[in-house]
């Protein structure tokens, strides 16, 4: 497995149970060296291989190449970010929707593009993104947030064209919204815990079969609107 955003919140869960049973993780964070968490899940093995990588940085994901080699199972890019914290109308930060874009969308495209011969090549196929039910446009009754929705609208477009174009390639692209989880992100007030999040999404992944390529998942395994 390679994923992004590992040094915490639902990447570092994914780490952690993903070792626990045995897998490889290539886990990739903007600072390993203080990633102490992170390192603290390390079995001593070889199975865990910290990455330096930074989603906001164009060509983060290519840089990887070099680091990452053989089949992979799982690509999940898990890095995100809620951007500005005035995203109300009339408040428009464009530099910072810039970025959230690179952030939540532009540097998944960039990981598959860079990672799909690799994924072509293992027995699991599958490209997971972690995306989020505000990026639903069917689903938005409430307005606002409009650099956190559109980066996650663009990434939900993303994810449906890979599972178009990668699907000569075997690979199982799966759009994942977590839930509201109790992390930095999520808060306090989240739903659910860490691991209800990650073994939901795992559960997923175990089962991804091409009737579920291109779909959008709640972490329940109910389908999302668009």
Known sequence: MLITGANRGIGLEHTRVLLSRGWHVSAACRDPGKASELKALDPGDGRLTLLEYDAARPGAGKALASAV??????LFANAGMFGPREQGFGQTDYA???EIAQVNAFAALELAETFAGQVAQSQLKVIALQSSRMGSIADNTSGGYYAYRMSKAALNAIGKSLSIDLKPKGI??????PGWVKTDMGGAGGTLTVNECVEGQLDLIARANPAMNGRFFHVSGEDLDW
Not at 69 to 74: H, M
């Open 172 to 177: 199982i692209t799966l759009i994942f919204h």
């Open 96 to 98: 910072g929707m810039a």
């Open 69 to 74: 080699k053989g089949p992979i199972d799982i």
